[in-house]
């Protein structure tokens, strides 16, 4: 089974900060790609998919890139919202496998 | 509007049975698959495995094969996360999620979470 990387695990940041979490996959997972975030108490919430495709709603701060096994997730502005846990999630075949989350701290 | 309303809170005992559910609105419950996830208390998040309730194809993570069983009744729009064998060790919040059958296949509506306390 495909495995993912994720990293940093935690991250301290300041508002107004550029922000980038880093997701790796054991093998190619094309674009099959997704980032969320989570909150304490809550399910977690789709930000990106296909790797690149930001989901309705989501603020354009966000923005994720890649193809293969390396994957990135960028905040270009952090907003006091945004203080949260973030999780990749390949999703080749329907079979899911999440990384193991980053939390955003404030600093 | 589409919603996915899973089962309320549960407490059980080791070695007791309990089975959770998962109702879909608002889309056609048969176009799309519904993914059941865990997370333990401060711990991230464990795919367990996914049903496509069109025609009741289930995969599991190796992890909790023989483990769970993952059902849906099409219906009443409804899957279902069962154990037989309740262990301490299955304390945790329970998600369901639906993943489109077709391109770009997101995963984009999830449930508000079933908590599962398992304890003598």
Known sequence: DIQMTQSPSTLSASVGDRVTITCRASQSISSWLAWYQQKPGKAPK???????????????????????????LTISSLQPDDFATYYCQQYNSYLWTFGQGTKVEIK | ?????????????????????????GYSFTSYWIGWVRQMPGKGLEWMG?????????????????????????????A??????????????????????????KIDYWGQGTLVTVSS
């Open chain 1, 46 to 72: 789709l930000l990106i998919y296909k790797a690149s495709s930001l989901e309705s709603g989501v603020p354009s701060r966000f923005s994720g890139s890649g193809s293969g096994t390396e994957f990135t």
């Open chain 2, 80 to 105: 279902y996360l069962q154990w037989s064998s309740l262990k301490a060790s299955d304390t945790a919040m329970y998600y369901c999620a639906r993943q489109d059958s077709s391109s770009p296949r």
């Open chain 2, 50 to 78: 996914i049903i496509y309730p069109g025609d009741s194809d289930t995969r599991y993570s190796p992890s909790f094969q023989g483990q769970v069983t993952i059902s849906a009744d099409k219906s009443i729009s409804t």
């Open chain 2, 1 to 25: 509007e589409v919603q996915l309303v899973q089962s309320g809170a549960e407490v059980k005992k080791p070695g007791e049975s309990l089975k959770i559910s998962c109702k879909g609105s």
